[in-house]
């Protein structure tokens, strides 16, 4: 069951981040809000089925 209510949370980002999400976001047609909400959404995803998806190549 999906939770519906949303938690408010500060986020500091710098400029170059903010606007390259917010190009990000204008490609796939979403809110810079919603584009974070998405990427963060499919990382925990990503984690859930066990992918080392931020490991930096050593």
């Known amino acids: 069951m999906e939770n519906k209510e949303k938690k408010q949370v500060p986020l500091r980002l710098s400029i170059k981040l903010w606007q390259e999400l917010a190009q990000w976001a204008e ?13 963060l959404s499919e990382c925990v995803k990503t984690r859930g089925k066990g992918h080392d998806y931020l490991k930096a190549d050593k």
């Open 27 to 39: 490609d796939d047609f979403r809110s810079v809000n919603g584009q974070i909400e998405y990427l």
